[in-house]
């Protein structure tokens, strides 16, 4: 049963950082591209950034340079660190598993957890 697991969420002012962490379970890990994507109200889904089968990394244009994601394939854990928030970074925050890349779109197989909420003051 895949499990993803996401922590690290919370409030912070604009300019500031959170790190999300992800732990992952009964995925084929190293089989899987991993990453994040966004909801906020009104604004739809958006895949912030993903760590594709072979090691491509990607990223939205909008957190681009602010973002950075990461794994510990010892702890099958996937990690966000997020620079620089801006008020419209606020967003529940999945961690997703997907057969290939969803910076478009999530596919048919892809899994995702609970969510973390980040919320960023002005």
């Known amino acids: 049963q895949v499990q993803l697991v996401e922590s690290g969420g919370g ?3 604009a300019g500031g950082s959170l790190r999300l962490s992800c732990v992952a379970s009964g995925l084929g890990y190293r089989s899987s591209c991993l990453g994040w994507f966004r909801e906020a109200p009104g604004k739809g ?10 090691g491509t990394i990607r ?14 394939n010892a702890k099958n854990t ?19 598993a997907d057969r290939s890349s969803f910076l478009y779109g999530l596919g048919s197989l892809a899994r995702w957890g609970q969510g973390t909420q980040v919320t960023v003051s002005s």
């Open 11 to 13: 409030l912070v002012q």
């Open 45 to 54: 889904r958006e895949t912030v950034a993903e760590i594709d089968t072979d």
């Open 59 to 72: 990223y939205a244009d909008s957190v681009k340079g602010r973002f950075t994601i990461s794994k510990d």
């Open 78 to 96: 996937l990690y966000l660190q997020m620079n620089s928030l801006k008020p419209e970074d606020t967003a529940m925050y999945y961690c997703a």
